[in-house]
């Protein structure tokens, strides 16, 4: 497969001859279905009791559990002890904060294009100098490990995703996961235009409209925004990734000092989605709206066939 990488924000209309997602997974013309994922689940003690009561008490449908952050065997035994719960291996190579670092499952010196000199992924703000450096060959030694460790716990993901979106970022590394993802048998969250109609061509049933990332909004702004998107939620199948975490003092000493301010996000911003997902009122709305909540394990099949 030879892709060109496409943002996100020029994604107007995704699949314009082919049959919406709704339809293959055998829904009506007029579905509108939404899977709500809470990403980084793993990272931190705040993260993971926030992505907890978002499954537990909340409209979430899916998590993203990290491996390399200190938490990931937490949330791990979490998703063994509740094996009916859907999530994807989220697939790591950034370590975003200046004082909470994280690096490869691997040895450093097997992935050295991956870590700095501290032996740790680069930061989010090094994101261009790992999408220029990092080589293909050590990311799927590093992304087979992360999954490996993963079916090591005895869990059974439904997909793959990655932290800030690394496997959608360079048509090589994009290319590795589709394989990767097909090879374990796990279905792909897949972002850009043509990275979506490169998939549908090979019959990998993927969203149709482009994937929401709660790190870039406002956090006073969140509930009402997304109250909003729900409202004019559109007929197909569509992605948010959310960050559910718990404003503690754990989770604001880790963000003190982040790299990039406004890319890894604020506990407030956390905590309003934490909010946004176990509040009855929007319960309600999925409800009012007709919304069809999903997961990927109903995509999950046709990635396997």
Known sequence: MTLMR??????????STQRLTNEVLGYSPDARLLIINCDDFGM??????????????????SCSLMMPPAWGVHAAQFL???????????????????????GPLMPVDEVPTLVNEDGHFLADDEFDEIIRSAECRELETEFRSQIEVVFGFGLHPTHLD??????T?????????VRLAHEYGLALRVT??????????????????PVLDSGSLVPTEICSY????????????SEWALHPGVNT????????????????????????????????????LVKEEGIQIISYRELQPFWQS
């Not at 990655?162 to 496997?167: A, E, N, P, Q, V």
């Not at 850009?192 to 409209?209: L, S």
């Open 6 to 15: 496409e943002s996100i924000c020029d994604a107007i209309s995704l699949m």
């Open 249 to 284: 003092d754990e989770i604001r000493a880790i963000m003190a000092t982040p790299k990039a301010p406004g890319m890894s996000g604020t506990p407030e911003q956390r905590q309003a989605d934490l909010d946004f997902l176990t509040s009855e009122k929007t319960a309600a």
């Open 80 to 102: 063994q002890e509740n094996n009916e719960v859907n999530f994807a291996v989220h697939l790591t190579a950034l370590s975003e904060y200046t004082c909470y670092k994280w």
């Open 44 to 61: 931190c003690f705040s993260q993971n009791a926030g992505t907890i009561q978002s499954i537990e008490t909340g409209i979430a449908s």
């Open 169 to 177: 970022s360079r048509p090589d590394i994009f290319d590795l996961t």
């Open 226 to 237: 997304l109250e909003r998107l729900m409202r004019v939620l559109p007929v197909g199948l």
């Open 192 to 209: 850009g235009k043509d990275n979506i109609e490169t998939a549908r061509e090979f019959g990998f049933p993927t969203v149709d409209h």
């Open 162 to 167: 990655s932290h800030y979106g690394l496997h």
